[in-house]
């Protein structure tokens, strides 16, 4: 008999069928006993009456994987509105140990660390997988959203031979006796394939040596990263990064189980992003905390979160552009802005207080990125190979580069971004 999943039980009604799962949870009524068997796609309940059943099923601990035959029937009060019955219930591998907490519960009741030190188990749990569900559907609804714009995927190095973007610190590497990097992001080749595709995306890991210990940053993490060539300023580039934005909470709103489970809030993208200068969003929190912000350059998380309430109330949007970030506070490849001094046509996107997205338009003349090293007090050295390509007609570009743990952490309310994360890496922890 051929294996069938969970979800696919409305169409076996009054057959026998095949499943493979988990022992979920085991229940003992009386002389009836309720087995609940967890698949990739869903639980499913057996209802065993047979004392020979039950007694083997006595024996076994949760998590073991078992292979259930039995009957479809209607049920309305059972998981999924069916019920399995007569069972044939045979044990594929025993666990030989209990789970350190309970998977069957609505919730992991354990802290954070011990959820993570247990991965292998905890990811199991119905929520926390349907957070890695949401992941895999954001990223192909990034991919799509795309593609339909016409963007090529392109595969960048991850071990590099300079660090990628200044002022941030770098994991160093032995690469057969040279000393080389793991990349900090995928930025300047991105760019440098602009003059190949024009309209350019990937998708892969980055690595950031900051010792930040807060439930926003990650030493490793996805970024989602996209450069196109030919535009105007920075609003073409935003203009994408909403049908972009949009592409992928579209993706992730058809996993309507996972969006269930996790109680993810899908957002409404509208037609276009309220969009703030730096300089006007530090006046409005000023005013609204009394605040001097007049020598900052940068947006603190109390500052982003204000914000965020700000476009609600003000725009009915939990989306807002920053645009306009100084640029002693962008890296050297930021484009300035010509008619405000001191600015640069660099932005971030917050998504319900938070920022996900940083981006914005680049140099794309040789001579203007010798100038702007030379006003940083840096060189050319180490850069002349990525410097080559602005000698032979790189056009105006930019491009964005989305923080997927982020953005999933927002989607489904985690306080951090760790929970939403299969193996996260930080500061601290680099196992399992």
């Not at 890991?205 to 210990?213: I, K, L, N, T």
Request: charged content about 25%.
């Amino acid at each position: 008999m051929g294996r069938i999943y969970t979800d696919e039980l409305v169409l076996h009604v009054g057959h026998r069928v095949r499943l493979l799962g988990w022992l979920h949870q085991f229940r003992e009524l009386g002389g009836v006993s309720f087995v609940l068997i967890r698949d990739a796609r869903g639980i499913a309940q057996v209802v065993v009456r047979s004392e020979a059943n039950r007694g083997a099923l006595r024996g076994l601990l949760l998590e073991s994987a078992i292979d259930v035959e039995a009957e479809v029937r209607e049920h309305e009060q059972a998981p999924g509105g069916f019920e399995l019955v007569e069972p044939r219930i045979a044990a594929v591998t025993v666990a030989v140990e209990p789970p350190p907490f309970d998977l069957f519960r609505p919730g992991i009741r354990a802290q954070l660390p011990t959820v993570l030190d247990h991965a292998a188990l905890s990811l199991r749990h119905p929520s926390r997988r349907a957070s890695l569900t949401l992941s895999a559907a954001s990223v192909a609804g990034f991919r799509s959203g795309l593609h339909r714009e016409g963007f090529t995927e392109v595969f960048t190095p991850k071990t590099v031979g300079t660090s990628t973007e200044s002022g941030a610190n770098v994991f160093v590497v032995d690469y057969f006796g040279r000393t080389a990097y793991l990349a900090q992001s995928p930025q300047l080749y991105k760019q440098l394939l602009v003059g190949v595709f024009e309209r350019v995306f990937e998708v892969g890991p980055v690595f950031r040596a900051e010792p930040h210990d807060t439930t926003r940053h990650l030493s490793e993490y996805v970024s989602l990263d996209a450069e196109m060539g030919f535009i105007v300023d920075e609003s073409d580039v935003i203009a994408v990064l909403r049908s972009t934005i949009a592409a992928m909470t579209a993706a992730a709103a058809e996993e309507g189980t996972a969006v269930d489970l996790t109680e993810a809030r899908i957002p409404d993208v509208r037609a276009e992003f309220p969009v703030l200068h730096f300089a006007d969003a530090q006046a409005l929190v000023a005013n609204a905390t009394g605040e001097d912000l007049s020598k900052e350059l940068d947006l603190t998380p109390a500052h982003e979160r204000w914000l965020g309430k700000w476009a609600v109330r003000e725009h009915g949007s939990e989306f807002l552009v920053v645009t306009g970030f100084p640029l002693a506070k962008r890296p050297f490849y930021t484009h300035p802005d010509p008619n405000r001094p001191g600015f640069t046509r660099g932005f971030d996107l917050l998504f319900r207080g938070l920022e996900i997205v940083t981006g914005g338009q680049r140099l794309h003349r040789y001579e203007d990125y010798v100038a702007a090293l030379t006003s940083r007090g840096e060189t050319v050295d180490g850069l002349e190979l990525y410097l080559e390509a602005f000698k032979h007609g790189m056009p105006p570009h930019g491009g964005f580069a989305i923080g997927l743990e982020r953005w999933v952490a927002q989607l489904i309310g985690a306080a951090n971004v760790r929970e939403v994360r299969a193996f996260p890496r930080d500061v601290s922890r680099l196992l399992p």
